[in-house]
């Protein structure tokens, strides 16, 4: 079946950088663009950036341009995303998510990131 | 950027009865516009895309209307299943989400 597989939760000290993985399978991985989106504890949803596993183009949304890189593995049809200088405000969980005709159709199952000295 | 927002923030509604959600854009949108459920602990899902569309398996209790700026996502009958938080999400420029409404049982 079509899923996504993230990589297991962090703990991470303000300034250091986390990088979270996406694992895909049941569908050609260069077919279907990648988002990332992350979620504070107890709000709402925040759009991070998009990338094109085809040919690994990206964009990121202005609040993290600077901070974020997203890559692709074609060969393990992983898509990564990671995030340096950590403060405690970025402490989320972090969702990759499949995009179908521009919504997001399919999910991972989130990754905890902890930012705590 | 396009400011999503949605209302109430919370609905409280008993099990059987209707549930109506709101969600306007600060600017038009066009039908570019999807609607997600997530439960406590979960990842969102996949509702309702091109504002009104049922994405595969989401059962025809689930209804979405709208266009332009001013969109409503319906449930008609809430199920034990369906208590959970609706966030509607612009994908037209770019991609933002609304803050989310909260249904709980009344």
């Known amino acids: 079946q079509v899923q996504l597989v993230q990589s297991g939760a962090e703990v991470k000290k303000p300034g250091a950088s986390v990088k979270v993985s996406c694992k895909a399978s049941?569908?050609?991985?260069?077919?279907?663009?990648m988002h990332w989106v992350r979620q504070a504890p107890g709000q709402g949803l925040e759009w991070m950036g998009i990338?094109?596993?085809?040919?690994?183009?990206?964009s990121y949304a202005q609040k993290f341009q600077g901070r974020v890189t997203m890559t692709r593995d074609t060969s393990t049809s992983t898509v990564y995303m990671e995030l340096s200088s950590l403060r405690s405000e970025d402490t989320a969980v972090y969702y990759c998510a499949r995009a179908l005709r521009q919504a997001f159709d399919i999910w991972g199952q989130g990754t905890m990131v902890t930012v705590s000295s | 950027e396009i400011v999503m927002t949605q209302s109430p923030a919370t609905l409280s509604v008993s099990p059987g009865e209707r549930a109506t959600l709101s969600c306007r854009a600060s600017?038009?949108?066009?039908?570019?516009l999807a609607w997600y459920q997530q439960k406590p602990g979960q990842a969102p899902r996949l509702l309702i895309y091109g504002a009104s569309t049922r994405a595969t398996g989401i059962p025809a209790r689930f209804s979405g209307s709208g266009s332009g700026t001013e969109f409503t996502l319906t449930i008609s009958s809430l199920q034990s299943e369906d208590f959970a938080v609706y966030y509607c999400?612009?994908?037209?420029?770019?991609?933002?989400f609304g803050q989310g409404t909260k249904v709980e049982i009344k």
């Open positions: 990338i094109n596993p085809s040919g690994g183009s990206t």
């Open positions: 999400q612009q994908y037209n420029n770019w991609w933002t």
């Open positions: 600017q038009s949108v066009s039908s570019n």
């Open positions: 049941g569908y050609t991985f260069t077919s279907y663009y």
